[in-house]
C-alpha cells in the first residue's frame, strides 16, 4: 500500500513538474470546488425530501408545486456545476497527461536509454515501452483525477452527510436481549460505519487479484499488437521464408493468452459483482429498513422518515466509495506500477556502473586494455592498445561473431559491458550500420537524418542521392515517397538502402565515418565505385571500416586484425595500399 502510494506521489510530481504545472493547480482547485459544491445539493436535496413529503402529508397542494419549482432549481444549477466540473477535469486530463508523456519520453530518450534497455540485460522487465507511455500515461491520469477528486469529495461530504444524519437520527433502537434491555441511542448512524466496514472487507477479498489480471492483460496486448507490428516491418522476410503459418500460429497464441487472462479476469469481475451489483442496488433501500424501527415506534413522521432514509444513504454511499471504485483502482494500481517500472528501469540502465571509461580527445582514437564482454558474462574482443589518427583509413576485420559490432557500439558510448578506456575524437561523427534506418517521412529528410533536412538545399539533397548512384527517374520515384509509403519501407532493394543510407555523409560531411557492413549489399564494383565517390567528396574524412571484404578505393588503408585475445596483432597493424 505504501509503495502504491509512493509511485501515485512520483507520478504526479511528473504531471505537474511540467509546463504550466502550477497553473494545474489552481485548475485542479476549481475542479474540486466544483465537486465539493455538488455536496452542498446533494444536502439540499435531503432538506427538500423533508419538506416536499411533508407537504404530501399535509395534502397542501400550493406548497407541493412550489417544492417541486424549487426541485427544478436545484436540478439546473446542479446540472450547471456538474457539466462545468466535468470539461474542466477533461481539460487538465490532457495537460497532465501531456507532462506525463514528455517526462517518459524524456527518460527514455535520455542517454539513449532506449538503446541501452534494448541491450539484453533490463535491470527490470520492461515490455512494450510504447504501450507504457503511449496508453499507461493517460490510464493513469485518468484514474488518478477521477478516484483523486472523488476520494477528496467524498471525504468532505462524509462530515456533512455524517452531521446531517447525527442531527436526525436522534431516537435510540431499543430491544432486549437474554433478559436485558438494550438501547443503542442514535443507531443509524453506527449501522452505516458496520454496514460499510463489512461490505469493504467482502470487497477486497473477493476483487484482490484484480490489480495483477489488469496488469497482465495491459502487457499481453501490448505484445500482442507489439508482435503484428514486427510482421509488418518484416513482411518481406516473411513471406520469401514462407513463414506466415508460424506467424499467423504465434499471434493465435498470443491471443489466446489474451482471452485467457480476459477470462480469469471477467471470471473474478463476475465474483466481485455477485456482491458489489446487489450492493449498489440495496444501498438506497436499505436505509428505510434500518430507519423502520425509529418510524413504528412513533418516533419520526413520514417526511422524517424520507430524509433521514436519503441522509443514511448518502452517508453509507460515501463510505462505499472503495467499494465501488475497487475495480478502476486496480486499474489504476496496474497502470501506475507499469508505469514507475518503466521509468525506474530507465533511470537503472542510465546509471549502471561500467567499467568502459570514456573520454574526448582531441587528436585521434584510442582504445587501451579494452575487454568486451556480453550482458551475461562471455568474454568477446580483447584489445590492448587501439589508435587511429585523423584523416586516416582503418578497416577493422575479423570472425564473425567476434564482437566488431558491439566494438563500433563501444565507441558510441552504447554498450557497457566490459573493461577499459577509450578516448573518442570530438569532432563530428556518423555511424552507419548494416541495416538502414529510415524515419518516417520524405526521401529529403530520410537522407538528412539525424539532421533536419531543413538546414540544406533541395540541390544539395539531390546532389548527394545522385552521388551514390540513382538517376533521374529513380530521383522521381524517391520524391513520390511520402510518409508511410511502401517505397522506403520496402521498395527498395537492401543495396539501394544502403547507398541511399551512404548518401547521408555526403550530406553531413562527418570527420569521422564509422561504417559497420554499410555497404555488405552492394557487389564489388557498386562498392568501390561508391567508396571512390565518398572519398573524392570527403578527402580529410577519417573512416573506420568494419567489414569481411576489403573495402576497395578507399586509398591507402591500414588493416586492423581482431582476434578473440590477439593483442599483439593490434599493436602491429598490417599495412596496405590499395
Ligand atoms: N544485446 C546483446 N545481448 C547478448 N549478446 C549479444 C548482444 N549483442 C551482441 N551479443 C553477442 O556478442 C557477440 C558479438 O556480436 P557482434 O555483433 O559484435 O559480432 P560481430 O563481430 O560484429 O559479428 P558479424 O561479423 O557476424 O557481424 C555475438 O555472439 C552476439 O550474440
Known amino acids: 500500500m505504501i509503495n502504491v502510494l509512493k509511485q501515485f506521489v512520483r507520478l504526479l510530481k511528473l504531471c505537474i513538474a511540467g509546463k504550466g504545472g502550477k497553473t494545474s493547480l489552481v ?10 459544491a455538488g455536496i452542498y445539493f446533494t444536502i439540499r436535496l435531503v432538506t427538500w425530501t423533508s419538506a416536499f413529503y411533508g407537504a404530501l402529508e399535509k395534502v397542501d397542494a400550493k406548497a407541493a408545486v412550489w417544492q417541486i419549482w424549487v426541485f427544478a432549481g436545484i436540478v439546473a444549477a446542479n446540472s450547471a456545476r456538474s457539466l462545468a466540473a466535468d470539461y474542466l477535469q477533461k481539460i487538465l486530463h490532457i495537460r497532465w497527461r501531456k507532462s506525463l508523456t514528455e517526462a517518459a519520453l524524456g527518460s527514455w530518450f535520455a542517454d539513449r ?8 540485460d533490463c535491470p527490470r522487465d520492461v515490455d512494450n515501452p510504447d504501450q507504457r507511455i503511449a496508453d499507461d500515461c493517460g490510464l493513469f491520469v485518468k484514474g488518478i483525477l477521477d478516484e483523486g477528486i472523488e476520494l477528496i469529495t467524498k471525504i468532505v461530504g462524509i462530515f456533512s452527510y455524517l452531521a446531517l444524519l447525527w442531527g436526525l437520527s436522534t431516537f435510540a433502537l431499543s430491544f432486549s436481549l437474554f433478559g436485558f434491555d438494550v438501547s443503542i441511542p442514535r443507531y443509524m448512524v453506527w449501522a452505516a460505519f458496520i454496514y460499510v466496514a463489512l461490505s469493504s472487507a467482502l470487497t477486497h477479498l473477493l476483487g484482490r487479484p484484480l490489480k495483477s489480471l489488469f496488469y497482465t ?3 499481453r496486448e501490448g505484445d500482442f499488437r507489439f508482435a503484428m507490428a514486427r510482421i509488418r516491418q518484416s513482411a518481406d522476410e516473411i513471406a520469401l521464408m514462407g513463414g506466415g503459418d508460424v506467424e499467423r500460429s504465434g499471434l493465435d497464441r498470443r491471443f489466446d493468452g489474451i482471452a485467457q ?3 480469469k479476469l471477467a471470471g473474478r469481475e463476475f465474483l466481485l459483482g455477485c456482491f458489489t451489483f446487489p450492493y449498489q442496488h440495496t444501498v438506497l433501500r436499505i436505509p428505510l429498513f434500518v430507519a423502520l424501527p425509529g418510524f413504528l415506534a412513533g418516533s419520526i413522521a413520514l417526511g422524517g422518515l424520507m430524509q433521514i432514509a436519503m441522509a443514511f444513504s448518502n452517508v453509507v454511499t460515501t463510505l462505499s466509495w472503495f467499494i465501488f471504485s475497487y475495480k478502476p483502482l486496480s486499474n489504476l494500481v496496474a497502470a501506475s506500477s507499469r508505469l514507475d517500472g518503466f521509468l525506474a528501469a530507465t533511470e537503472a540502465v542510465r546509471g549502471r556502473p561500467s567499467g568502459i571509461v570514456h573520454e574526448a580527445s582531441a587528436g585521434g ?10 550482458p551475461e558474462g562471455r568474454e568477446l574482443l580483447s584489445i590492448r592498445s587501439l589508435d587511429v589518427r585523423p584523416g586516416e583509413t582503418a578497416w577493422l576485420r575479423g570472425q564473425s561473431g567476434l564482437g566488431k559490432t558491439t566494438l563500433l557500439k563501444a565507441m558510441a558510448g552504447g554498450w557497457d559491458h566490459g573493461d577499459g578506456r577509450i578516448e573518442m575524437p570530438s569532432a563530428s561523427k556518423l555511424f552507419l550500420s548494416q541495416k538502414a534506418y529510415f524515419p518516417q517521412g520524405d526521401i529529403f529528410g530520410a537522407v538528412a537524418y539525424p539532421a533536419s533536412a531543413h538546414g540544406f538545399t533541395r540541390q544539395e539533397l539531390r546532389r548527394a542521392i545522385e552521388a551514390v548512384g540513382f538517376g533521374d527517374s529513380d530521383m522521381l520515384r524517391l520524391e513520390d515517397a ?12 537492401g543495396g539501394e538502402l544502403q547507398r541511399l543510407a551512404l548518401a547521408r555523409a ?14 555488405s549489399a552492394l557487389d564489388e564494383a557498386a562498392e568501390a565505385e561508391l567508396f571512390s565517390v565518398l572519398r573524392k567528396h570527403l578527402p580529410a574524412t577519417t573512416f573506420v571500416v568494419v567489414s569481411h571484404r ?3 578505393a578507399l586509398g591507402t588503408m591500414r588493416v586492423i586484425d581482431l582476434e578473440p585475445k590477439a593483442e599483439a596483432a593490434n599493436e602491429n597493424p598490417v599495412l596496405q595500399f590499395a
Not at 365 to 374: C, F, I, P, Y
Not at 506 to 519: G, H, I, M, Y
Open 550 to 552: 576489403s573495402p576497395k
Open 365 to 374: 582514437l584510442h582504445v587501451r586494455d579494452l575487454k568486451l564482454r556480453t
Open 27 to 36: 485548475h485542479l482547485a476549481a475542479v474540486i470546488a466544483l465537486q465539493l
Open 506 to 519: 555526403l550530406v553531413l560531411k562527418p570527420d569521422w565515418l564509422f561504417l559497420d557492413e554499410a555497404t
Open 217 to 219: 492483460q495491459q502487457k
Open 482 to 493: 511520402a510518409e508511410g509509403h511502401p517505397l522506403v519501407q520496402s521498395g527498395l532493394s
Open 113 to 120: 536509454a532506449y538503446w541501452r534497455l534494448t541491450q539484453g
Open 261 to 263: 487472462n480476459w477470462r
